[in-house]
């Protein structure tokens, strides 16, 4: 028998399977290659994107360097540019380069600056946008209008930054390490002197006290903060897991808690995120006066400027009168007892560095004027010690980050703190009620400025940059 085979209709089938087998083939590849493309364009546009991160953060560093150092003076210096009402810097960084503002208005005050800080780069070109303009990376937040360009036609990103001081003394007690209030009667509370409503006459008055008298440590250990029986009128705080120990009659939390009659620790009242560093202190000048300008009547009178005491040791009825702007350094440290005292005029301020363990004693340290800031002791990293006790109440601050304090009041007399105190570690043994005052927060010294806040600014507002005519 004999086959005819149809040669055309053959070939026209075998034409068609290579027809369907190439454009599955064609399929697939078209398929790989856009999504091998759509990766690599993802990653540019994240790298490209994530690169803006790191140069934004360079400017807003330099800003707020620059704030810390000429916030207070002069803020048009070292290159800076005013524009407007905001001061600008351009600085290059690898192939892009920042400009970050810093609002004008905050020169010489305690106000909180906006610090604005732009980064732009050069994307990549990985494929043309339909106009054939702009690359396709402008599209990472999903659309042409959606990116910010400067003139240059780099890729823009901004960030706006709210700035606030970082107060030294911003809590009441303060300690690297524990707190231990063993004594009788002890409390803790707040006042503030720049309010008339929270004081009397800019002195703590126990009929307005507030319930912001904190605590806290660094301390890590089981009982970092041991409250014994004492009141206090805030919260307390330790490094991560340290806890706090309260005794039968001890109470931590606000006035009404208080009130009830409430004992033990409010809920919400404890933490233990503490974190903060306490650099050492240094003496900011290295001659001065060796001695008093005059004494009168026994009585040694610093009128003002810088003061290098080889010795300060003041007993039986000894006395200080401080009436200008006193600063003394004591390399030995000093002390007080018997009658003696250091009275500082209501014209006077005393900023006491001491290099060695004290003690303050005797009728103490009599602020006249009753304000916080005009009293300061300052330990140095060799001060070790330092103890209070003694006949009167002081009115001022404490920073030494490398001593022990102790509080030791004699008797059934109370004995009042009023202010702040950063030391090494605190004991209170005795009668004693310790008073922060929250103008401290304003008004005290303070570490500089830190960020309070962090937004994404919005396209239109990184594209309005201060116009400087040349940078």
Known sequence: MKFIVNSKKAAGNALLVCLMATAVVGFILTAYLTLLKAQNQSVARSQTWNTTVSIIEAGMEEAISHLNTHGTTNLLCDGWRLSGTKYVMKRPVGEGFYIVSIDSWVAGTNTNPVIESRAFITPPVLVASADGLVPFVAAINGGLTDNAFSPEGKLGRGVRAQVGRDSLFSKGLVAKGKIDLNGNNITTDSYDSSNPAYNTDGHYDPTKRKANGDIATDAVVTNSISIGNADIYGKVSTGPQGTVSVGANGSVGDAAWHAGGSHGIQPGYSTDDMNVAFPNATVPFTTGFTGPDNSTNGVAIFNGG????????????????????????????????????????????????????????????????????????????????????????????????????????????????????????????????????????????????IITSWNEMNPADVRNIPPVTTF
């Open 306 to 449: 810088n003061y290098i005491l080889s010795s300060l040791s003041l007993s039986g009825k000894n006395k200080i009168m401080i009436n200008g702007d006193v600063s003394i350094w004591v390399p030995s440290g000093f002390s007080m007892s018997g009658q003696s005292e250091i009275d500082i005029a209501t014209t006077g301020k005393l900023t006491i560095y001491t290099g060695a363990g004290s003690t303050v004693g005797g009728n103490g340290i009599l602020n006249a004027s009753l304000d916080a800031t005009r009293c300061s002791i300052i330990g140095l990293p060799t001060c070790t010690s330092l103890s209070f006790g003694g006949n009167a109440g002081f009115t001022g601050t404490i920073y030494a980050p490398s001593a022990d304090f102790s509080m030791s009041g004699g008797g059934s007399t109370s004995y009042d703190f009023a202010g702040a105190a950063i030391t090494k570690s605190v004991t209170m043994n005795g009668h004693f009620t310790f008073h922060y005052d929250e103008a401290l927060r304003t008004k005290g010294p303070a570490r500089g400025y």
